[in-house]
């Protein structure tokens, strides 16, 4: 197959962190508050600024509390559970890594009993048999699995648990029903394709109260506080943050939270992601060696879009052989300059994952689409050569 001459202008398509809007440079933080405290005025107008910009874009209500936390969405999903935890029964779903991962803290960490309701990669387990009365535990979107809840219908209303839900990968991509969430949490690093090191936590009404009138009895480290004297910690939903953050990181997402705005808002980023996969599921349908990881389309992420190779040579090889084929693969597309990072989780089944959200062009995905079809004939007739000697 000829190699094809037209690329990608931004190569990047990791799943996290994820590419920058287009037309970002370095240049978009001359105006960081560098050298100055976070808690001085300019820097908590700025913490503030992003807590405010996010409730005007994502519709969050009025009386949901918003703030800033330390270490990325792993510790705001992290605080929330070790925080408010274990006053009810608890039901967890894990169908990818990230899923499986607060399973085990609460089962294996936190000591307390849960229903654990799990499903393979690329599949979703029977959401009816979650109960409402529970605490429900489960990621929106799995990052690593390209397989999200449908909606939120299967959450009560009216419900007498919380739901906890881990939205990194789906917040900006998806019309989040925050009705049915009382904990919501995610990172700047994702669809805002933003810094690290920096999570969101989002609580009803409802998880405050929780917090207020649950002391667990686990000691909590600080950056896992929300409370003072059994009240909610305001100043942590006001710009002022557990820890010291990075004022670089805070202009980043700043900048990209002004550009979200300057498209039209969240309508605009799931208008972009969509089109993004429906791109690859246009090329999908006419290239015989490729699949969706998640074959559901109801269930397959917008964002995380991981794809199986379906050829049945390489079905044929063992898991081993998978892996450091699809490692070849990808070696090589990184050397001509066309995808970066694009390898499965190290956890998932050997593939493909190609982040769609909304910083991502789709001209870009589809200048990828030929590269793929190329890569895959040169490492599939190279590995068919050494077979053959």
């Known amino acids: 197959m000829e190699k094809p001459s037209r ?5 990047n398509f990791s799943s996290g962190p994820c590419a920058k809007r287009p037309g970002w440079s370095v240049d978009c933080l001359n105006n960081a508050l560098t050298g100055r405290s976070h808690r001085s005025a300019p820097g908590k107008t700025r913490l503030q600024k992003i807590i405010d910009l996010h409730r005007e874009l ?3 209500p009025a009386d949901y509390h918003i703030g800033i936390v330390p270490a990325s969405d792993t510790g705001a999903i992290e605080m929330a559970m070790w925080s408010m935890l274990g006053v009810r029964p608890i039901d967890v779903l894990a169908w990818e890594s990230f899923g499986s991962d607060w399973q085990k803290d609460i ?4 000591k307390l009993e849960a229903n654990v309701y799990e499903a393979d990669y690329g599949f979703l387990p029977d959401l009816s048999k ?9 990621t929106w979107n799995g990052t690593t699995s390209g397989v999200r809840v449908p909606d939120a ?3 009560a209303r009216e419900r007498k648990g ?7 990968s789906a917040v900006f991509a998806y019309d989040i029903p925050w009705d049915r969430l009382d904990v919501t949490t995610w990172s700047w690093q994702k669809c805002l394709g933003g810094e690290a090191g920096h999570g969101m936590l989002v609580l009803s009404p409802r998880a405050v109260a929780r917090l207020e009138n649950y002391k667990p009895d686990r000691p909590l480290p600080k ?7 059994g009240k909610l910690n305001e100043g942590i939903f006001e710009g002022m943050t557990i820890n010291t953050p990075s004022m670089l990181a805070v202009e980043d997402c700043l900048d990209a939270l002004n550009w979200v705005k300057s498209i039209g808002g969240l309508k605009q980023t799931i208008k972009r992601s969509q089109a993004n996969l429906a791109a690859l599921e246009k090329w999908v349908g006419k290239t015989p060696w490729i699949g969706f990881l998640a074959e559901d389309p109801a269930i397959r992420s917008v964002t995380s879009i991981c794809l199986k190779i379906t050829d049945p040579w390489f079905e044929a090889l063992s898991d081993d052989e998978k892996g450091a084929f699809i490692s070849t693969l990808c070696k090589l597309l990184d050397r001509e300059d066309v995808a970066r990072d694009i390898k499965g989780y190290k956890n998932a089944p050997p593939g493909l994952r190609i982040w769609g959200g909304a910083t991502i062009e789709t001209a870009d995905i589809e200048a ?3 590269w793929l079809e190329w890569a895959f004939e040169v490492c599939k007739s190279e590995q068919e050569e050494k077979e053959i000697n």
């Open 7 to 11: 690329k990608p202008k931004n190569p």
């Open 162 to 168: 919380l739901s906890f839900c881990d939205a990194t």
């Open 130 to 138: 979650v109960n409402s009365d529970n605490d429900i535990v489960f």
């Open 107 to 110: 089962t294996d960490h936190l």
């Open 223 to 229: 950056i896992f506080r929300l409370t003072q004297k």
């Open 153 to 155: 219908g299967w959450i």
């Open 368 to 370: 990828l689409l030929p």
């Open 58 to 60: 994502l519709a969050i």
